[in-house]
């Protein structure tokens, strides 16, 4: 191609760049890719997750601390970050689970919250765009909501008919699902904790995680391992959202790199000639 390459991530909350492709995120940034991540929620309702943070004042101040935590991510991942200004749904729990709350991202019609995105990609203009799979990677409203106008986005942006005065039509040319943690990197993870004598973390969750089906969606395996500790350093700037002392952080990060040293992918749409399985997100188009 005769233009640098651009690469963007449609995220539901801060930390989830860092949390799902971050390490071949710092792998492209360091290729010359530039490299743009779009943030659809503040993450205002977000739980603390690290004991450490659990305190009044950051309860009371959790919209604007995230932001600075996604401040300091950015800078480690070296990427650019958009916000698309909606708000958290929140993880509702209890059975039946509760209502979302009023105005919240998980409840905007598909068509609405699409066109803020449409608006950055037309902007941006992407070669690749990335996301969850349909289920969101997991069942949160935001991120299921993330997947459904982020594939509304990508359908749309390179047709001029629809979203006019959101700029001139883009079409990305391939879009990807992450795949950030399959039974199959958990079981090679576990099995190199063993191997080395160490205690796994995995143990209890694969004895009842049997389902493969995940693993066999994968296409693309980009290989980052040696930015892993860029990841684990951005990862680490959500202070309210990763404990340093949880099981992520009990598995040293020589085991990552030598039991699972990919990003995985599932390649769902291309608009160029492209042979599988990739280990690029940019296969047939450098």
Known sequence: ????????????????????????????????????????????????????????????????????????ARSILGVRQEWLGFVDSGLPEGD?????????????????????LVEVMRRFRPHVVTTYDENGGYPHPDHIMCHKITVAAFDAAGDAGQYPGTGEAWQPRKLYYHHAFSRGRMLALHEEMQRRGLPSPYAERLEDWTDTAWDDRVTTRVQCAQYFPVRDRALLAHATQIDPDG????????????????????????????????????????
């Open 1 to 72: 191609m005769n233009e640098p390459l651009r690469l963007m991530h449609v995220h539901a909350h801060p930390d989830d760049e860092s949390s799902k492709g971050a390490a071949s995120t710092a792998r492209y940034v360091a290729e010359g890719v530039d490299v743009l991540v779009v943030t659809c929620t503040g993450g205002e309702r977000g739980s603390i997750l690290n004991p450490k943070m659990d305190r009044p004042d950051v309860l009371e101040n959790m919209s604007s601390i995230r932001r600075q935590e996604m401040d300091a």
């Open 96 to 116: 039946p689970l509760p209502p979302l709350p009023e105005g919240s991202f998980g409840l905007m019609p598909v068509e609405k919250a699409a066109e803020p």
């Open 247 to 286: 099981p992520w952080f009990a598995v040293p990060l020589e085991v990552h790199q030598a039991a699972w040293p990919t990003e995985d992918y599932e390649l769902v749409t291309s608009h160029v000639p492209t042979e599988l399985p990739e280990d690029d997100l940019f296969a047939g188009l450098r």
